[in-house]
């Protein structure tokens, strides 16, 4: 049995990186600063950059994901689940949709009607064939305000309830949504595309319910 001992192994040339047809067996430790191709055992320490083209029955542990982008998935499972709010105060909450402002706005202190507003709202083809929902959680005071009014990407939706009108509010029964007195309101709302196409809010219809009076007492 030999032993090489090197501080720098090249090809025949000098200039590139030598070949081992058969494979290279390694019982140390191995470093590099770039790998290229299959890895056959266990692999330990941090790796850093982008793993592509994992086979067979990899098994990955991380600590977290931070996870930035649009993610499609066909069929998602998952144990528990808590929704991103947003909350603010007065007549005007607003979602950011494409930065994680969640679809869920909490409002405190309202003095008039209440109208949401969602900005960054996909218009991609990506985005075809989606319905939206948002809602909005008012705590309410000596009077009752109710959000009725939708601002989405720049488009008004109102609460007239006029049946195929796409920028109206459809309600049950066409009894649009008052606001209760001292409790808690829900104002959820369900966009429709009804073309298939997100390239434009207008192929949205919306329905709204109302779960409320929740009391305080």
Do not use: E, W
């Not at 808590?82 to 994680?100: E, F």
């Not at 989405?152 to 920028?167: D, E, K, P, S």
């Amino acid at each position: 049995m030999s032993i090489l001992r090197a501080d720098s192994i090249r090809d025949r040339a000098g200039t590139g990186a030598p070949s081992f047809p058969n494979g290279a067996v390694a019982t140390g430790i191995v470093t590099a600063t770039s790998f290229v191709g299959a890895v056959t055992g266990n692999v330990t320490g941090n790796v850093t950059g982008n793993a592509t083209g994992l086979s067979g029955s990899p098994s990955v542990t991380v600590s977290a994901i931070d996870s930035t982008g649009i993610s499609t998935l066909t069929d998602l499972r998952l144990a528990s689940v808590a929704d991103k709010i947003t909350v603010s105060s007065g007549n005007s909450p607003s979602l950011s949709y494409n930065t994680g402002g969640g679809n869920v706005a909490v409002v405190h202190t309202a003095t008039g009607p209440i109208t949401l507003t969602v900005t960054g709202i996909p218009t991609t083809s990506d985005f075809n064939n989606r319905s939206l929902n948002f809602a909005v959680i008012v705590k309410q005071g000596a009077t009752g305000y109710a959000c009725t009014d939708l601002i989405l990407n720049g488009v008004a939706f109102g609460a007239r309830a006029a049946a195929g009108v796409a920028t109206d509010i459809s309600y049950p029964s066409g009894t649009v949504a008052t606001g209760s007195t001292s409790c808690y309101d829900i104002f959820n709302f369900i966009g429709i595309n009804t073309t298939g196409s997100a390239s434009t809010m207008t192929n949205y219809n919306f329905i709204s319910i109302k779960n409320g009076d929740f009391r305080f007492y």
